[in-house]
């Protein structure tokens, strides 16, 4: 899994395998393998929901079991809830290039908040210095692109220099915002590609909701 993953060359492969009473799920970078990873799950709940017709599928993960279901037009999926601590990390500010108005961290994962939309974007770190002062760095900022955030996550340590789009971050995200935003917002996710997350707080953590779609399908020869 982790040579096909580093062929891939993406952010995250999933692997869905057939694990009896019910179907695992792992995830590599092209050099690690996660504990956690949202965007990999969506994606793999697409695939087996539409393959079967049902509307909710669960999967046995390495971070615990991870449900995702039909939400209308969107998927979803629910992820413990991040709690970041109020923290100072001067060389990593440095080192995103970013002037942070509040900053947090959670074992090695850092979130920095900044004042605009606009410093998110044009975000111009220095990955090798990122590198070696996290496992993985948000940062943040009220408003931009039809949501209530925008963020952006570098992780060069674990393979991936800057994410796509993160479920496991905005379940930290989430929480970040909570008492300026309320239980039930979305994010926005300025990477090359871009993604709109639908964040709403559960009882037990976050639900997490974006589209999905199946572009291609095929085999690999070994």
Not at 33 to 60: I, K, N, P, Y
Not at 145 to 172: C, K, L, M, N, Y
């Amino acid at each position: 899994m982790q040579r096909v993953a580093s062929e891939l060359a993406q952010p995250a492969t999933a692997f869905v395998e057939r694990v009896r009473p019910r179907l695992g799920l792992r995830w590599c970078t092209p050099t690690t393998e996660l504990q956690l990873c949202g965007h990999g799950t969506l994606a793999a709940g697409c695939v087996v929901l539409r393959q079967t017709g049902l509307e909710v599928v669960r999967f046995s993960t390495p971070g615990g079991d991870a449900d995702v279901s039909v939400a209308g037009e969107l998927f979803e999926l629910e992820f413990p809830r991040r709690l970041y601590e109020p923290a100072t990390n001067h060389q990593l500010a440095a080192a995103l290039g970013v002037v942070d108005v509040a900053t947090g961290v959670s074992g090695d994962d850092w979130l920095m908040e900044v004042a605009t939309p606009e410093e998110v974007v044009d975000c111009t770190p220095d990955l090798s210095r990122v590198e070696r002062l996290a496992r993985s760095a948000v940062i943040t900022a009220p408003g931009g692109e039809d949501a209530a955030i925008t963020s952006r996550v570098f992780a060069p340590a674990i393979g991936i220099p800057e994410d796509q789009v993160t479920g496991s971050a905005h379940s930290g995200l989430a929480t970040w915002w909570n008492a300026r935003l309320g239980s039930d917002f979305y994010a926005y996710q300025a990477s090359a590609r871009g993604g709109r997350i639908r964040l709403r707080l559960s009882e037990h953590g976050v639900r997490l909701a974006g589209r999905a779609e199946i572009v291609g399908s095929g085999f690999l020869a070994r």
